[in-house]
């Protein structure tokens, strides 16, 4: 019980992401921060940028990147604690959540800007974070499917947010920052409303363990 209630407060807690993201935002410096056309990642640039529009700014980049940085560390310490809660599949789950929380990690400690290097690694933290965010959902439900079919429709639900998101990013279709957000956003959102669930639903009740009948051979008549 204890585990179940550690692991929904560390689900719970991703609206920590939500809530560094807007405090990040607040400190937004130059034109106004656009939330459908700018990318998540701006928030985290340390540099002054020069635009057609003049200088942007975020002057709040520490608190985004630690943002970051905590919401991976916050999943790869859920990963290890709901482990045993995974019915299924467990080999594809718990990878691709590692993957998630590592790359979002990345994320924080790379941030997006004006070395090669740092293009690099953010890019590939980008790609672990979210693609295996959305990939990850889509692994969560084929597990719970069957013996939580609640979970399993909002879980499917959230993965093809999360998916259409990413394939609208790649393709060009639609505000990156819209579409990057509806990618992420969802991963986030079944990471609050999950934990949330596990905190205030009761713990189904164990399985009677079926108790084998040994049946004792009858006298023989006279």
Not at 72 to 98: C, D, K, N
Not at 110 to 125: F, I, K, Q, S, V
Request: glycine letters at 12%; charged letters at 10%.
């Amino acid at each position: 019980m204890m585990r179940r209630r550690l692991g929904g407060l560390l689900l719970l807690l991703a609206i920590a992401y939500l809530i560094g993201e807007a405090w990040a935002v607040g400190g937004w410096q130059g034109r106004p921060y656009s939330w459908t056309q700018d990318a998540i990642s701006a928030l985290g640039v340390p540099e002054v940028l020069h635009s057609g529009e003049g200088e942007i700014a975020s002057t709040r980049h520490v608190a985004m990147n630690a943002t970051f940085i905590a919401s991976g560390a916050r999943v790869l310490l859920a990963t290890l604690v709901l482990a045993p809660f995974v019915p299924r599949v467990r080999w594809l789950v718990l990878p691709l959540a590692v993957v998630h929380g590592v790359g979002t990690i990345i994320v924080g400690f790379y941030p997006t800007g004006l070395t090669a290097e740092r293009a690099n690694m953010h890019g590939l933290g980008a790609v672990m974070a979210i693609v295996g965010g959305a990939v990850l959902l889509a692994a969560i439900t084929a597990a719970v499917a069957g013996r939580h079919p609640l979970l399993a429709v909002w879980t499917a639900v959230c993965a093809l947010v999360s998916l259409l998101g990413c394939v609208l990013a790649l393709t060009g279709v639609g505000g990156f920052g819209l579409v990057e957000r509806l990618a992420v956003d969802a991963v986030i959102v079944w990471q609050i409303a999950t934990g949330a669930a596990l905190l205030l639903v009761p713990a189904p009740a164990p399985r009677p363990a079926t108790e084998s009948r040994i049946s004792t051979p009858k006298p023989a008549s006279p």
